[in-house]
């Protein structure tokens, strides 16, 4: 007898856990791996349990719980380093400063980036903005603010936010040895410039691969963790303008024109 109460209870369960699941409907793809059973203990807190009591003589309940193997939600306990980027930049390593800054920008933009391997455009706005600071601040420190993306970002609003002049003016492009003026882009790794010497372009570091297109870069130099950086140089052009034109007491130009206008030229 209780033989057959057993199998009644074990046919039940399974009818149970099949009206979960139907034949012809996939679990939730939210499950990254396979489901299993397992009892019930104190030690998990947020399974989803399922039971069934059996009444007879003496009553008594059986209970399972049905856990995912994996979770699909990103990890937070992950700690980021960035010894081994201040490492390279100290030791003007800028060739592994470069590798290791877009490796951090993988591991910070996400679970999906690291397995892809790369980053895309609509995950960068996922990125803290203290991390993309740090990373930044290194780099301006040991390029003595010649490198970084925060002096990238100058430039792009110096040249109207106009990525073939921005491309030209940190040295990613070269102009060719042609009669007619024109440029190309440089090749990587050789043609790029690893050194910090009176004539490397500035802003030519930390690299940011364009050769698919421009959004990735728009993005990363558009990220909220470096707006201060437009409102300073907005400031400072401001600066400029008012002590020009103060200067230029001769000028018939109205103050507004001669302070608003923007000195691009460079």
Request: proline share 5%.
């Amino acid at each position: 007898m209780a033989t057959n109460s057993f199998q009644s209870l074990q046919h039940h369960h399974h009818s149970l856990i099949k009206r979960q699941y139907p034949s012809d409907t996939p679990p939730a793809t939210t499950l990254s791996s396979s489901l299993f059973l397992k009892p019930t203990t104190n030690n998990l807190n947020t399974s989803v349990s399922l039971s069934h009591s059996l009444s007879s003589s003496s009553s008594s309940s059986i209970t399972f719980s049905i856990s995912p193997t994996t979770s699909s939600t990103p990890s937070t306990s992950q700690t980021i380093s960035y010894d081994l980027l201040e490492h390279h930049l100290s030791t003007s390593n800028f060739r592994e400063a470069d590798e290791e800054t877009r490796r951090l920008l993988i591991a910070l933009a996400g679970e999906a980036a690291q397995k892809r391997g790369y980053v895309f455009f609509s995950e960068v706005q996922f990125i803290p903005e203290t991390d993309l600071k740090t990373v930044d601040g290194l780099w301006r420190k040991y390029s003595d603010n010649k490198f970084g993306y925060s002096v990238q970002k100058k430039i792009f609003h110096k040249v109207d936010k106009d990525f073939t002049k921005f491309f030209i003016k940190v040295g990613w492009m070269k102009k060719l040895d042609t009669e007619v003026v024109q440029y190309n882009y440089r090749a990587f790794p050789n043609e790029f410039i690893w050194e910090l010497k009176d004539d490397t372009p500035e802003g030519h570091l930390p690299l940011t691969n364009a050769l698919r297109g421009t959004q990735l870069l728009n993005c990363v130099l558009n990220h909220p963790a470096f707006d201060q950086v437009v409102q300073e140089e907005e400031g400072e052009e401001l600066d400029n303008g008012v002590l020009k034109g103060l200067r230029d007491g001769s000028s018939s130009k109205p103050l507004s024109n001669r302070v608003f206008k923007t000195d691009y030229s460079f």
